[in-house]
Nanobody
């Protein structure tokens, strides 16, 4: 069983930055982030392969967010810049034992407990 522990959420003004971290209890193949805003469905944010050489993003965050991972620490990061109020959500770290690229929440086996990100205008 893989355990994921997120940290780094908080309150920030629009235009600001935050960095989320997620530590996994064991090495995983693919790791990423989803988010869920109040009253909305859970949405894909970003993910990265086990080799850390092929990140991919939702269109809404391209150019503002950067996903990276440190395999020595079994940790994935999400650097969020130029934050907007519409980025406000609970952010979930996810992991998968599959090599396939996926934007679907159903393809990720493991989920963290979530961390709140609030962007004020």
């Amino acid at each position: 069983q893989v355990q994921l522990v997120e940290s780094g959420g908080g309150l920030v003004q629009a235009g600001g930055s935050l960095r989320l971290s997620c530590a996994a209890s064991v090495r995983t193949i693919r790791m990423g982030w989803f988010r869920q805003a109040p009253g909305k469905e859970r949405a894909f944010v970003a993910a990265i392969s086990g080799a850390a050489n092929s990140p991919y993003y939702a269109d809404s965050v391209k150019g503002r967010f950067t996903i990276s991972r440190d395999n020595a620490k079994n940790t994935v990061y999400l650097q969020m810049n130029s934050l907007k109020p519409e980025d406000t959500a609970v952010y979930y770290c996810v992991a998968s034992t599959s090599y396939s690229r996926s934007y679907s929440q159903y393809d990720y086996n493991y989920w963290g407990q979530g961390t709140q990100v609030t962007v004020s205008s």
